[in-house]
């Protein structure tokens, strides 16, 4: 059995958990559907289930240490666990798998100490207190800016590893770690509930965007063609809404709940991580699965569709319109789900012809 088909259990345990995901958020949102029981447990389903798992299995790949694949391992049980009414042995599980994720993460610090691995690392230590601060608390409220942050900064630190490509700027160090302190400090008021955090989180996710837009590699992939401009087309939509995230929380703060909660945080969760997931996939799999992902054009159609129908939900958030929220939340599953058909489609294609093209390679 090859390397790529021992993951693929675990990268299975990943889909579940986005599945269950997407069914409790829409629930959550007011649809009818057999969800109910999951509910409160939306956020740890995507957030350790799903993105936990996907990036864990990422960087035990990456790392190549046998351990390190106790975390991916440990995040997805977790979410069967969840999906099982069972959230404390889950949330125990997922502890487990976020702290063997910020082992490796202590492992790369050492190999090479540089901000962009300071910045994983510290993504890694917000992961481990979101789900502690869940854990003591029970609540899933409480723990999102810390998750925030882990997704946030592991994103950023890993846009900040390829600047290096760039020509030096005197203020690119700077602007990271002035965005990055925000960002952190703004996580840790909200979870103590301070009525200036918001704010303050609000201004580092801006300050975060505004760094990316200016110092991403993806600003020339842009002009580039295929998978290059795809990729690059990706990231800079998921700053554009990292933005809009950053604005709701400045201006509008980040109340427990309701339509703003629920604006700033799917802008910042469905528009900018997933336009990452979206964007990074076609590399991300044949590296970790062993699998061949030929990029097509048609893979715009699912970022397209993920920007217009979050559109239509952040504008029904703010203007009171429930139906433009409703409809929203329901296209933003939907082509989540597309897309993935889509990628396995796109494999299962790329599988066939590399197989009915094995015998007359062989031949020559």
């Known amino acids: ?57 990422e960087r035990a790949v ?11 391992l440990l995040t997805g049980l977790g979410a069967v666990a969840l999906l099982a ?8 599980a997922m502890l487990g798998g976020a702290m063997i994720f910020l082992a490796v993460a202590i492992v790369v610090v050492h190999r090479h100490a540089a901000l962009y691995t300071v910045t994983l690392g510290l993504g890694a230590v917000a992961w481990v207190a979101g789900i502690a601060i869940w854990l003591d608390s029970g609540e899933v409220a409480p723990a999102v800016a810390a998750w925030a942050c882990y997704l946030v900064l592991t994103i950023a630190g890993e846009r900040l590893e390829l600047s290096r490509f760039l020509p030096p700027s005197r203020w690119k160090t700077p602007g990271a770690v002035l ?48 998978l290059s401009r795809y990729m690059a087309a990706c990231l800079l939509s998921g700053y ?4 809009v995230a950053g604005l709701v929380c400045l201006l509008l703060g980040l ?17 900018f991580v997933f336009a990452m997931v979206f964007g990074h996939a076609p590399v991300i799999l044949p590296s970790v699965l062993r699998v061949k992902l030929p990029f097509h054009r048609a893979f715009y159609l699912p970022l397209l569709l993920l920007h217009g129908s979050l559109a239509l939900r952040v504008t029904g958030d703010l203007s009171g319109l429930d139906q433009l929220r409703l409809w929203g939340g329901l296209l933003n599953a939907v082509v989540i789900v597309g897309f993935l058909l889509m990628t396995a489609v796109t494999v299962a294609i790329g599988r066939a012809s590399a ?8 031949a020559r």
């Not at 989180?201 to 992939?221: I, N, P, Q």
């Not at 109340?255 to 528009?271: C, E, I, R, T």
């Open 255 to 271: 109340p427990a709940g309701g339509p703003v909660y629920d604006a700033a945080l799917h802008s910042m969760f469905v528009g």
């Open 179 to 226: 965005a990055f302190s925000a960002t952190l400090i703004g996580a840790g008021l909200l979870s103590g509930g301070s009525r200036f955090a918001a704010a303050l989180f609000g201004f580092g996710l801006l300050a975060l965007a505004g760094w990316m837009f200016r110092h991403d590699v993806a600003r020339r992939a842009i002009r580039q063609t295929g």
């Open 1 to 57: 059995m090859g390397a790529g088909a021992r993951r693929a259990p675990v990268f299975a345990l990943a889909a579940i958990g986005l599945l269950g995901g997407l069914a409790a958020g829409l629930t959550r949102l007011g649809w009818d559907l057999p969800a109910s029981s999951l509910v409160p447990v939306h956020g740890p389903l995507m957030v350790c289930g799903f993105f936990g798992t996907v990036i864990g299995l």
């Open 62 to 72: 990456a790392i190549s240490r046998p351990w390190a694949f106790g975390a991916p």
């Open 240 to 243: 554009a809404w990292l933005t």
């Open 355 to 362: 197989t009915a093209g094995a015998p007359a390679s062989h």
């Open 85 to 92: 009414g069972q959230p404390f042995a889950a949330a125990l």
